[in-house]
């Protein structure tokens, strides 16, 4: 059930808020202390969601519920990934020495930019905030402790053999010929590469990072550590 990864979504998501990417870009914009608020009010929604997953097949409520938490995640997330873009492209400025034209028109408003971003953390954290005093309608039991066995994903790394990857060679280069139009370097921009696990979207990400025309066209590049920053 898709619920089941709450748990997991919940300790990824606080991970991923208190990154030093997303801190710094809080501060920068003021909200630091409502994502701070936003990350307590998460961690008293995680302590309960291990019962609620075992409760919610008796409790149409229940289940209601955990959508609704599920929904706020996903909304938050694009948020949160909007900050790490930002701090993304300030780095990408700030260490090329220059400021594309996509760029300039990217960091030309930036009142505009964080009235937007303040206002988006408003609606979450009040949206977070509600479905957690709805919490207490369902006398749920505190575990913060997930003992299930899962599998853990690993520091992740840019090599990749090609000759082990079959039938992405198509998708490899749309994303090429996106990357490279205008030169490669007139244009600083996001290509997200999205979809459910599992079926290799690190892999293809790999196979764009290492193709020789890309190297070329990008003498400075970047690896995520982790698989969050994907």
């Given at each position: 059930m898709a619920e089941s990864l709450l748990f997991g979504l919940a300790e990824s998501f606080i991970s991923k808020i208190t990154s030093r990417a997303v801190e710094q870009a809080s501060l920068a914009l003021g909200v630091y202390n409502e994502l701070q608020d936003i990350k307590n009010t998460v961690?008293?929604?995680?302590?309960?969601?291990?019962?609620?997953e075992q409760k919610q097949r008796q409790n149409h409520q229940l289940r209601e519920w955990l959508r609704r938490i599920k929904s706020v995640f996903?909304?938050?997330?694009?948020?949160?990934?909007?900050?790490?873009?930002?701090?993304?492209?300030?780095?990408?400025?700030?260490?090329?020495g220059s400021i594309t034209r996509k760029a300039r028109r990217y960091c030309s408003n930036p009142l505009v930019y964080r009235l937007?971003?303040?206002?988006?953390?408003?609606?979450?954290?009040?949206?977070?905030?509600k479905v957690a005093a709805d919490r207490l309608n369902f006398c749920l039991q505190i575990n913060e402790s997930d003992n299930r066995v899962v599998q853990r994903r690993e520091m992740t790394h840019s090599h990749v053999n090609e000759s082990d990857v079959i039938g992405r060679e198509h998708d490899?280069?749309?994303?090429?010929?996106?990357?490279?139009?205008?030169?490669?370097?007139?244009?600083?921009?996001v290509i997200p590469i999205v979809g459910i696990g599992g079926l290799g979207k690190t892999t293809l990400a790999k196979c764009v990072f290492n193709d020789k025309s890309v190297v070329e066209s990008f003498p400075l590049k970047m690896w995520p550590n982790s698989p969050r920053e994907l």
């Open positions: 961690s008293l929604i995680k302590a309960v969601l291990l019962d609620a996903t909304d938050a997330e694009d948020v949160i990934d909007d900050f790490e873009c930002e701090a993304l492209r300030k780095h990408v400025v700030n260490t090329s937007k971003m303040a206002h988006q953390i408003t609606d979450i954290k009040e949206r977070f905030n490899k280069q749309k994303i090429i010929d996106i990357l490279l139009q205008d030169g490669g370097d007139k244009s600083l921009s």
